[in-house]
Structure formats: C-alpha cells, structure tokens
C-alpha cells in the first residue's frame, strides 16, 4: 500500500447505520481531516477522523512498509472488510493478539466496546483453557515467534482458569503477556498480584482518572479506592502495569496530565494507553463530528504537563497506520521528566519514505521495537532497547538506568462504525484471535460485525456458561 | 565528584570572550550538550551557507573559529573545496589536524592557530571567508570582519551564519557575560550584520533565515542539561544546571517572539 500524502484522499468505509461497504473520502477542513461516505439508505454520514490536518500530512511517512504473517487463514472473496482474517489482502503481520476469554464481568460500565456485565445479557461465552491453548497456537503458527498477547474479556481475571490461560501464554515463548482488566481482583485477592508475578505477567489496569464524575460516567462505580489498592498490590508484587485511560470529550479530558503525573510516581506504573473512546457496543450519546482523536488526547497531555511535554515528543507508531497510534518514552527521576524524542532525532530512524541514511543500525532496531503496538513499558524488552538508545546517544552509563525505566506514554485511537478506513484498517497490526483460528484486526472486529458473529457463534455453542 | 559527563572546563567569564567561547566550545562538555552540531541546523546549514556563496571543487575557503574543523573537512569532502580552518583553541587544531588526516583530508585542508581579529593569512588569497556562529561572539565585529575581507581576492565572498538578536527587547538575564558565550547577548540584528559587511566594502547578496534550527539547538541543549541534572546531587551544581535550563527556555520563547534567530548571509567584495 502506497503512503498516503495529501487529501483528500479516496478510501472505503461503511455506513454507520446499516453497515453497507461504500466509497468514503477523507478531506481537510477547518484544519482538520473527515471521513465522508453516502449511504443510499441512510444519506451522507461524516465523522472526524484525526483532529490536525497538518499532523496528518507530517506523520503520513512514519508508514512502515508491512510485513506479511507466516499463515494467513482466509482467503480474499468479498474484499476488505468482509474477510477477515487475516486475508492475502492485510498489509502487516500482528504485532498484538487479543484473547477474549470471556463476556462475564464483575461490573456493568455505561463505556463498554465489549458489551460485558455481570450476567443479565441474554447470551455471553466463557473459553475453556483448551480453547484458549489452540488459539495461542493459532497465534505462534501465525507469528512464528509473537511478540505480545494481551487477555481480556469481559473481566479475565474473573475467569477460574485465567492463571493457567497467562502461563499458557508465557509456555509459549511470547515475551510480553498482558491481562486487561479493571483491578477488582487485584484489589480484593491478595494472592492474585504474586501469582500474576510468578507467571511473568504485565498487567493493563483500566484507569480513567480521579474524580468521582469520571468514574460514574465510564465506569458507573467509585472505584479509585479499588484501583490505587490494586496497584500497590502489584508494586510489593513486583508486577508491572500500564495504565489504560478511556477518555471521552467532556468527561475526563482534564484528567490526563493528572494520570501521566500519577502514574510516573506510582512504582508499579510503567507507562499509560490513552484511548479515545470507541463508540461500538455500549457507549454515552456522542457528536462524531467533535470526537477525540489522538490528536487531542495529546494537546491535552501537553496543556497539562506543559514544562514536561510538547505535541512533537509524540512519535507517530510505524507499524500500523500512523494516525492510529503515538507513542513517546521519557526520563524521570522523581523531579523532571524528559521525553525520549528530545534526546535523539527519532524522525531519521523511523521515517520510511524520505531517503536518508539510518546513523546507527542497532539504534534504529531498537526504536523500530520501541515504537511499536507490541511494546509495553517496564518489560525487559523494552529496557534492553531504550539502553541501546540512550547508549547510541551518548547517555552516561549512569543515566542508562534512568532511561532503561523510561515511562511510555501512548495515545491509541481505535476504530468504530463512524471512522473505519479501510485504507487504514488494512495495515492494522493488533488482532482479536478468535476460537477457530483466525485472526481478526481489532477495529474490524468491533465495526464490522465480527464482534456480534463471535459472540453469537460462542453463546449457541456448548462452551457457553 | 564523577557523573559520568564530561565537565565543564573553568571558564573566566569576565576575561576576554573569544579565549571564553574557545575553551568553552572545544570542551568534551559542550560537545555533549549540542550533541555534536555546534551551530543550528549542523552540516546542513554549513552545506547551504556553501551553496549560496558559491563553494565549488576547488574553491580556496577560510573557516574563521573553525573549532575542531567539522565545517572545513565537510567542504573539503563534498564540496571539494581547499580549506584553511583557524581557532584560538589550541586543543581544537590539534584535532582538527588529526580528524582531517584521518580522514584522508590532509592535503585539502590546513589549520593553524590564530584570532580572528589578526587572521594569520595573507591578503587577497581566499575566494570565500565562512564564519559560523562566532561573529556573534566577537569583541571587535568591524575588525574582524575587516579582516576576512582583507584575505579574500577581490571579487571574493564573505558567507556569515550567524544568531541575530534584537538585543533592546531581550531580558536581563539572556544579556549577561554568559549569555554572551552562548551566542546571545552579543549578537546582532540581520540589519546590523548587513551593515557591518557594508562598513568592510561588502554588499550582501542572499539573506535565508534558519530560526527553526536555531528552535532545534536550544531544544537538545535544554533536553541534555536536564538529562544531566538528573546525575547530579543536590547542591550548588544542581542549582546552576537549573538556572541554565531556564536561560535555555528564555531563549527560545525569544526565538518564538522573533527577538533571536538564526541567518544566513552572503555578501560580495566589489
């Protein structure tokens, strides 16, 4: 797939409606870049789709050319988005598996792409480990060697045999295991933090702010007793965690900087995802026209955090499409905080499409894993590359330390029925595996009927609860 | 007491600023702080000075504060120009020797010991006389840019890069003797650079501002003092390093305000 440079630009996309595939163009106005389509049905629908056309424009060469999977377990019949997948059409491999063990959850949030709760929905699957095992499979026979698998649900930690599920993760040689979920558990099981240490695991603990408003309107508890206990039980568990913010426009924006300040001093944090709010599955009325984006997510942190952060720290991540995810490291040692970019020209590593010499091949290897969706702070991984940096840069061996626990800061935009390019969606590097075997970019699985086909398939079957 | 940087070399801020700026810029110090690019916009700058003054294979070019000659071996190298380098710092000529011998750039270069405002060539036998980011820091601007037009034939280019300050509106704090080290305080408007070339019987003939470089310069400096601050202890250290990194910041809410910059100038003799 060509780099996309200017707008406007020619993609597909689906009506938000009824789903039908049609003909969408991304264009500039007001500074800023729109999806438009014209459903028959329903009429033109538009929705924003990155909030800086300049950013746009400048972040388009950070488009890593794609890499291909070993397997790829569909073939292409309808065309994209109906084949997933993956089908000969995907442009990338996955950097990022996603198992969803369950529907079942200890809460019942008003923000759920997932649509979980606590058991009154009608239908809902639990996987057996079995189950889980092949798809693992699946994954590495896909992969080859994966790079990260994330469990969620539903609440995984939920799950009786979620332990057993992560060290079946771990057995299989992939670096980075992650469990999603919203500490409840964590909080309340004083056995579970040093279990999920034993295993090697890193934990991505929904975390949306502070104010009792934030958590009433995403969360629909109080919950920031729970969540601060969690993460002190995985700091005297040595467990790792990043923390994982949904942001919605006028609900907890204002928060952010709050959460990266937090998260730098807690000892078990080790970076933050800020995810704009998917509108699929449960979710607040919302103007898709005034949405956020990375983009504002990012002015935010940086309005915020201003002696701290600038939008141009934020790197555009090259392994899928670059509007829908930057990231930045930073130093930090308990006074100041200096962002990874400030101290090594980042833009001669990883843009792909102007011709430049690459300075330093082992710098450049180790940015290209930083800078990616399977990357986590905190990890071993992630410390032996942000030494390399530091190294390349000159950085004392002193100061390697400091870097080494460099803190993440990740602004991941996903895709729902309003915004879904296909164009984009093509080069998506983070997949939901499934129970037979495929694997199914994440932003097609929520926008394009995925998510419901599973979930009917897994409820009707005998593995049902 | 070791952090495992470089030190700063003891500078005499209130001596004579060129023996200043020479310590201070040949230091391994220094060097870390600007990351290697002792000007804006690094070779990239010098590649574009020389293209507008009209640098070609064999050009005869005197770099005046050639430091540890990364602008002379560059020219020489790509542009295949004949490069005579000069710098009061000794321990850069000695450098600047070595790096061009070993870069196989002995016969296209030379560098020799000297003050700007005394060059230690002699007349009329340069095409072009380059001088990057240190007119700024010069006592007698008129004396030393008489000087390079003294060494060139006549018909020859003077090729300035250089920070431009509108000094009236800057604050107190970015016009002390350090600030002057630092290429700020006594720095001059593109006007008055203008007229200083045409007090030496130089008309200019391209100007091209650089100021986001100059934004780029500060930047690393500012990440790298604050990098560096992290390693040292409590102390009076420590307070200096932060006073610097707020002088980064002054400095570049200037450049923002359009009150410093960075230029490019070329100017002919007659």
């Known amino acids: 797939m060509a780099p996309r440079g200017t707008l406007p630009a020619a993609t597909r996309s689906i009506c938000p409606h009824c789903g039908t595939l049609l003909d969408a163009e991304l264009h500039e106005r007001d500074g800023r870049v729109f999806l438009r389509r014209d459903c028959p049905e329903h009429g033109p629908t538009e929705a924003l789709a990155y909030g800086d056309a ?70 809902g699957f639990s ?14 026979a896909a992969e080859g060697a994966p790079e990260a698998v994330q469990l969620s649900g539903g609440e995984p930690s939920i799950h009786p045999q979620i332990l057993e599920m992560l060290a079946a993760a771990k057995a299989r040689g992939i670096p980075l295991v992650m469990l999603n979920t919203n500490g409840i558990r964590l909080a ?232 879904l390019d296909v164009e984009k969606l093509r080069k998506c590097c983070v997949s939901e595996i499934v129970p037979d075997g495929r694997l199914i970019p994440f932003c097609a699985y929520n926008a394009a009927g995925y998510r419901e086909q599973v979930r009917a398939d897994l409820s009707s079957s005998a593995a049902a609860p | 007491m070791s952090t495992g940087f470089p030190e700063l070399p003891a500078l005499d801020l209130d001596g004579d600023p060129k023996t200043c700026c020479a310590r201070l810029y040949e230091s391994e110090a220094a060097r870390w702080l600007l990351d290697g690019e002792l000007h804006p916009g690094g070779k990239r700058s010098t590649l574009r000075l020389a293209e507008l003054a009209g640098v070609a294979p064999g ?30 710092g000794e321990r850069a000529i000695e450098q600047a020797t070595r790096a061009a011998a070993t870069a196989g750039l002995a016969d296209r270069t030379r560098f020799v010991h000297g003050d700007a405002e005394a060059l ?26 008489a000087e390079m037009a003294r060494v060139l034939r006549p018909g020859g280019t003077i090729a300035i890069a250089d920070v431009t300050a509108t000094l009236a509106a800057l604050p107190a704090e970015l016009r002390t003797a350090a600030a002057r080290v630092a290429c700020v305080a006594d720095a001059r408007s593109e006007d008055e650079y203008v007229q200083l070339l045409r007090g030496a019987g130089c008309e200019t003939v391209a100007v091209e501002r650089r100021d986001a470089e100059l934004t780029a310069m500060i930047d690393r400096v500012e990440a790298r003092l604050r990098v560096a601050r992290m390693l040292v202890p409590a102390g009076e250290l420590r307070d200096r390093m932060r006073e610097a990194v707020a002088l980064a910041r002054a400095a570049r809410a200037e450049v923002a305000r359009g009150m410093l910059g960075y230029v490019l100038l070329v100017a002919r003799q007659p």
């Not at chain 1, 291909?68 to 990022?96: F, K, M, N, V």
């Not at chain 1, 919605?248 to 928060?255: A, L, T």
């Open chain 2, 120 to 145: 230690p060539v002699g007349d009329a036998s340069f095409d072009v006389a380059l001088s990057e980011c240190s007119l700024c820091t010069f006592p007698d601007k008129e004396r030393a840019v």
């Open chain 1, 54 to 123: 300049d950013r746009w424009r400048a972040v388009q060469p950070y488009d890593k050319p794609g890499a291909s999977p070993l397997l790829r377990q569909t073939a292409t019949d309808q065309g994209c988005p109906s084949d997933c997948g993956i089908c000969p059409e995907h442009a990338q491999h996955t950097c990022l598996g996603i198992i969803e063990v369950n529907t079942g959850c200890n809460l019942d949030c008003p923000v759920c792409f997932a649509e979980s709760g606590t058991g009154h929905q009608p239908d």
């Open chain 1, 188 to 419: 309340r099981d004083a056995r579970f933090a040093p279990a999920l240490a034993d295993i090697g695991v890193h934990v991505y603990l929904q975390f949306d702010g502070f104010d009792d408003a934030t958590h009433l309107a995403i969360r629909g508890r109080r919950l920031q007793e729970i969540k601060r206990a969690a993460l002190d039980r995985c700091a005297a568990a040595g467990v790792g965690v990043s923390l994982a913010a949904a942001i919605e426009r006028g609900v907890n924006e204002h928060e952010v900087g709050a959460i990266v300040r937090f998260g730098v001093e807690h000892p078990a944090v080790n970076g933050v995802f800020f995810q704009p709010v998917t509108h699929t599955g449960r979710h607040p009325a919302f103007d898709p026209l005034d949405r956020l984006t990375n983009v504002e997510v990012i002015r935010a942190v940086c309005q915020q955090l201003p002696d701290w952060f600038r939008e141009d720290d934020f790197v555009a991540v090259p392994c899928c499409s670059p509007t829908c995810r930057s990231a930045t490291y930073a130093l930090y040692d308990g006074e100041d905080l200096v962002p990874l970019p400030r101290l090594v020209d980042v833009d001669r590593y990883l843009d792909f499409v102007t011709n430049r010499a690459v300075p330093d091949l082992e710098v450049a290897a180790a940015l290209d894993g930083l800078f990616s969706a399977s990357a986590a702070g905190g990890t071993e991984r992630t410390a032996e590359r942000l030494e390399c940096v530091a190294c390349g840069v000159g950085l004392p061996a002193e100061l390697r330390d400091v870097a080494a626990r460099g803190f993440m800061v990740v602004a991941q935009d996903f895709q729902d029925a309003w915004t």
């Open chain 2, 59 to 88: 050009t005869r070019v005197l770099d005046v504060a050639c430091g540890t000659g990364t602008s002379a071996r560059l020219l020489a190298r790509e542009l295949g120009a004949e490069a005579v380098g000069v710098d009061l």
């Open chain 1, 127 to 140: 996987l057996s480990l079995a189950q889980v095992e092949s798809m693992l499979d699946a994954f590495v």
